[in-house]
Nanobody, 126 residues
Framework: QVQLVESGGGSVQAGDSLRLSCAASGGTFSSSTMGWFRQAPGKAREFVAVSTWSSGDTYYADSAKGRFTISRDNAKNTVYLQMNSLKPDDTAVYYC???????????????????WGQGTQVTVSS
């Protein structure tokens, strides 16, 4: 059973940066597409970024383009989300998620991900 543990959230000011980490265990990390999602109070969980297993390609939600960077270290079984120029609208619980090994897109739908972390809170104040 794959376990995902996020860390790195916190409370910051607008314009600040945070780096989220997600450590995976119990599965074949290098063969899994890894995504980051977020959920704000009263809103649906939404796609943020993804790192594919096969080519390492990355894709971003429009809201994340140019500010967020997803990366992965297969040797450490860890995926990261570097978030720069944070805005109050980025306030949410951030989740990392793993698709089943060797599976492909579409990547933006939470239903395509099999394993989820517990989430880490990011709060951005103006």
């Amino acid at each position: 059973q794959v376990q995902l543990v996020e860390s790195g959230g916190g409370s910051v000011q607008a314009g600040d940066s945070l780096r989220l980490s997600c450590a995976a265990s119990g599965g074949t990390f290098s063969s899994s597409t890894m995504g980051w999602f977020r959920q704000a109070p009263g809103k649906a969980r939404e796609f943020v970024a993804v790192s594919t297993w096969s080519s390492g390609d990355t894709y971003y939600a429009d809201s994340a383009k140019g500010r967020f960077t997803i990366s992965r270290d297969n040797a450490k079984n860890t995926v990261y989300l570097q978030m720069n120029s944070l805005k109050p609208d980025d306030t949410a619980v951030y989740y990392c998620a793993a698709r089943p090994p060797y599976s492909n897109g579409p990547y933006i739908y939470p239903s395509g991900y099999k394993n989820w972390g517990q989430g880490t809170q990011v709060t951005v104040s103006s």
